[in-house]
């Protein structure tokens, strides 16, 4: 007999843990994800799906007056067409991902793509994989076979921190690459001018893909929570600073909180899912997330 497949990322423990877990969240269980692909078509036309707040560069003959007249804002009517969609993983495999013990913020990434992947494949979709730092390092296209999945976890176990963080360049660099409209989840920390990165995801949404952000974060990154004269070290680029933790500690929360509020704020605008991640949380609430 063969021995089971071991892979870093995915685990046998794992692995039966999600074979239990309740993963039913609507854009899943519509067929997003799922592997039950029910046609929303009819005849020559489609089907109304939902809405979504108006942002510049929209097309304003979506925009349906009737809400407008009640709500005194704008609102698009989205419509779809077929739900037999893929998943894209975008995955930071920058510098600052490396940040954290004993668990990285790249290593916790990796254990959430590794099951959201086996997830997608074990309902038969088809799932891609883009490993970027300041550029697209790996792409791999949609499949849905195990060899499919051998490949994705051994993209996974090799990869390790590398250069700068420049996920608006990613994102315009892969949009090409994707050919059919699906999921799109960016799993990152997000340390790129935030204004940036929502422009660079626009043609996505222009393109009809579903957009969730996954927001890893040190807790120590968020809080600061050590005291004294440290030396602080950018891993990207190797610059030193030395400062007193306690005398910056209200400011750098600051810039942390308004960073972060600054990305909710655009995703909110523009129909994007949120969702901050820090790594000292079990990442199956990043399924729970998605289920509601």
């Not at 660079?200 to 968020?222: Q, T």
């Not at 990207?236 to 600073?241: A, F, L, Q, S, W």
Request: charged share 25%; proline share 4%; glycine share 6%.
């Amino acid at each position: 007999m063969h021995e089971p497949v071991i892979f870093r990322y995915l685990k046998p423990e794992d692995i039966r843990r999600l074979t239990s877990y309740e993963f039913a969240p609507k854009a899943l269980a519509e067929g997003y994800l799922s592997g039950r692909h029910r046609s929303r078509q009819r005849g020559a036309s489609v089907e109304f799906h939902d809405y979504r707040a108006y942002a510049p560069g929209d097309n304003p003959a979506l925009i349906d007056w009737g809400v407008y007249a009640r709500t005194d804002r704008y609102y698009l009517r989205t419509f779809e067409q077929e739900t037999n969609l893929e998943c894209h993983l975008f995955l930071d495999s920058s510098g600052s991902m490396g940040f954290g013990e004993p668990l990285s913020k790249l290593g916790y990434a990796s254990f959430f793509s590794a099951a959201l992947a086996y997830l997608v494949i074990r309902k038969a979709d088809r799932v891609s994989l883009t490993i970027f730092d300041e550029s697209v390092r790996e792409h791999f296209p949609p499949g849905s076979t195990q060899r499919h999945m051998h490949g994705l976890m051994n993209a996974l176990e090799k990869n390790a921190p590398g250069r700068e963080t420049r996920l608006a360049e990613a994102l315009r660099r892969t949009l090409p690459l994707l050919t059919r409209r699906g999921t799109l989840i960016v799993v990152s920390d997000f340390l790129d001018d935030a204004a940036a990165i929502f422009e660079a995801l626009g043609p996505y949404l222009h393109r009809g893909f579903r957009v969730h952000l996954f927001h890893i974060i040190d807790p120590i990154e968020e809080d600061l929570s050590r005291r004294g004269n440290l030396t602080f070290v950018d891993i990207e680029t190797g610059h030193r600073v030395v400062a007193n933790a306690d005398q910056i500690r209200a400011g750098y929360r600051d810039l942390i909180a308004g960073h972060i509020s600054r990305l909710r704020n655009l995703a909110v605008r523009r129909g994007v899912d949120y969702a901050l991640a820090r790594t000292d949380r079990d990442y199956f609430t990043l399924f729970d997330h998605l289920a509601r």
